[in-house]
């Protein structure tokens, strides 16, 4: 093999220029003979004796089966250079003009050929079976990504899963057309009222007076509260918000709340309300009320139909154009967990009532904000629904127009950021504000 690798004139490029003709030099009958003989004899016998080797082993062996034992787990690197080695000696032997291709010779071409062809389908074969690997690789790699994903979207989903939200935490049941609330983990701040005592009632006779009063007699900055908001009420009244209950037992010692004639009481909080829907319109109050309790209660409950009737109470009505009518009620937190979280419908005598939870909100009709009706609106002038313009509702001009954009007046009147909505729209946030205020203002128990 070193004879023909160091021969004068070589191919430099073997895998490039071995067909070549016209670079090929001519050797002499023994060197195609020694060429040959190398081919098909091991390399332990020497070409003397091969010949009577290459006989015996071109009966019995084939050089296909004994290139693919050799070479089979050999690299791919060795499997190119295996085979450029038989296509050197198969140009060698074709290109030797002073010899005759004789039957050996022939035959020698012929199984080097094969060798090679062998080389070329192994080389075929790792290509393959590389590329299979690595697609495989490629596939695992790609299922442990996703599975490692998945567990992690199943963790987060646990974690929130396990958060419960205030309205979740209550059972909050809301009509269909409600919009969803976001109270998430809230929970309602801790606060108290201040009330002018009797002595003080008639010089503190307003919410305005009284709140005055109480921001003369608290220094926020001195005595380090935390007051979260303050809003008027009824009787007088003035509600602070604070952080927490250490705030409310700080404002409970302050001596100058007391001089100043006003006392502290905790609020008794609103309680919960419910709308029965679907009640017979021809049914009167005392019959729905006795149904009401008897038919979902009364077997249910550790309660009297006497206490039941006195601590219930009905507090709007609205009669409907198909002979049916919605009941209000305020009801025990205790009364209104049972009826949430055991039944769908309300029996009322003959009839199934669906019922949820009451969150109205009540708008003003005159200048369009929220807790009051026109009937008590101290407003002078009156405001649009539709522009949020100086006129009634009923008037506006502008909602005519082809780029008529609506303006909600509570929004814009509270600089809120998206104020692009009629008033009273379940997308308003200034109506969101209420109703979640209403459901963090209510004792559900």
Request: with cysteine.
């Amino acid at each position: 093999m070193s004879e023909v690798n160091n021969a004068p004139n070589a191919p430099t490029d073997e895998s490039a220029e071995m067909f070549i003709r016209s670079n090929l030099t001519q050797r002499s009958p023994n060197a195609a003979k020694r060429a040959y003989s190398e081919m098909v004899s091991p390399s332990h016998i020497s070409p003397v004796s091969s010949k009577r080797v290459q006989r015996l082993d071109s009966q019995n062996n084939s050089p296909v089966s004994d290139v693919s034992e050799t070479a089979r787990n050999a690299t791919q690197y060795e499997l190119v250079s295996e085979a450029a080695s038989y296509l050197s000696k198969i140009n060698e032997i074709v290109n030797d003009l002073g010899s005759r291709i004789n039957v050996s010779i022939k035959s020698a071409i012929m199984d080097s050929t094969q060798r090679v062809t062998t080389i070329v389908s192994l080389l075929a074969i790792k290509s393959s079976s590389a590329e299979t690997a690595l697609a495989i690789a490629e596939r695992n790699l790609l299922a442990a990504k996703l599975n490692t994903n998945k567990h992690c979207s199943q963790n987060i989903a646990a974690n929130n899963n396990s958060k419960k939200t205030y309205a979740e935490t209550i059972g909050l049941k809301l009509p269909k057309a409600a919009p969803s609330t976001s109270l998430e983990t809230r929970t309602p701040l801790p606060c108290v009222v201040a009330y002018p005592t009797t002595e003080r009632s008639a010089e503190l006779n307003s919410a305005s007076a009284t709140k005055q009063a109480l921001m003369k007699a608290i220094k926020p900055t001195d005595d380090g509260f935390q007051i979260v908001g303050m809003k008027k009420t009824a009787n007088s009244g003035v509600v602070l918000r604070v952080t927490s209950d250490n705030q409310i037992k700080k404002l409970q010692s302050v001596e100058g709340i007391k001089s100043a004639g006003l006392r502290l009481e905790k609020p008794k909080g609103r309680r919960p309300r419910i709308l029965v829907k679907d009640v017979p319109g021809t049914l009167e109050d005392p019959a729905f009320m006795t149904a009401l309790y008897r038919q979902n209660i009364k077997d249910e409950l550790p309660i009297s139909e006497d206490n039941f009737l006195k601590s219930t109470k009905i507090v709007r009505r609205r009669m409907l154009s198909n002979g049916r009518k919605w009941i209000g009620l305020e009801i025990e937190p205790e009364i209104r967990k049972h009826l949430i979280g055991t039944k769908d419908k309300i029996f009322i005598d003959w009839a199934t009532c669906r019922f949820v939870d009451d969150l109205e909100i009540v708008r003003c009709l005159k200048c369009q904000l929220y807790g009051h009706v026109a009937k008590f609106c101290t407003e002078k002038n009156s405001c649009c629904g539709n522009c949020a313009g100086a006129h009634d509702t009923r008037d506006c001009k502008n909602v005519n127009n082809k780029d008529f954009k609506p303006v909600c007046a509570a929004c814009k009147r509270f600089k809120k950021p998206n104020s692009n909505h009629l008033s009273g729209s379940p997308d308003c946030p200034s109506y969101k504000a209420r109703l979640e205020q209403l459901i963090l203002n209510t004792v559900y128990g």
